[in-house]
């Protein structure tokens, strides 16, 4: 039985101010049975680890070098992310393969990085608004599995998680249906089980796009999906613990 993740991915929204405040409600108000996680932008990491310490919610990067060390001006290791706390990142998120072409080339490299340093990768993937128009939804997520599914271990998949975020759900409002939604996790469990019948039952699969109290809990209810990365509505401390408990 996969238990429930609830991530929330900040992405560039944070301040000295907010992180205090938003953590300090998530810890003051903890709940059962799921795994939260919170990304907020690199700046704040140390401070979110700090803020979280005694709490059973864990913090990640938003991304990672595909790198070891070395002169990569801005980025930021793993082997970095590890050293100051942080046991997860996001990977390939729909964002940086748009904005900064991360392809899928980099986005196996650098969950190979992450699992290295025994971290949990939380990879991304999802079709544009186009791919989906033309009937091409399900080839493109197979195509961005590919290479994760040919070069990673059936051991290495225990740190893997997915998150399927369409890019037309994503800070948009509109919410794949929650039959459209199991319908790719579904086909997502069945890619994955070209690695072993065991890492297709046992890899959290998370939706992502317009996830919001609302709609979580008929989401969550589908059987292959097991949580959700959450972007706007994990800026408030309010949503992000009702999406939690859903
Ligand atoms: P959203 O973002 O919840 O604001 O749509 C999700 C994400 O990009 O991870």
Known sequence: MRSLIVAGNWKMNASVKMT??????????AVQGVQQVVFPPAAYLSQA??????????VGGQTCSEHEQ???????SAAMLKDIGCEWALVGHSERRA?????DEQVLAKTQRLLEQSMTAVVCVGETLQERQQGQAFQQVKQ??????EQLTENQWQRVVIAYEPVWAIGTGETASPVQAQEMHA???SELAAVSEQTAEQTHILYGGSVKAANAQELFAQ????????GGASLDATEFLA????
């Open 144 to 149: 961005q599995l590919k290479l994760l599914i």
């Open 49 to 58: 680890i700090k803020c979280l310490k005694d709490t059973a919610i864990k």
């Open 70 to 76: 070395g002169a990569y001006t801005g980025d930021i």
């Open 187 to 189: 086909f997502i469990r």
């Open 243 to 246: 999406i939690s408990g859903s």
């Open 99 to 103: 904005y900064s072409l991360e392809s």
């Open 20 to 29: 205090d405040a938003l953590l300090s409600q998530l810890s003051n108000n």
């Open 223 to 230: 059987p292959d999906i097991d949580g959700g990365l959450i």
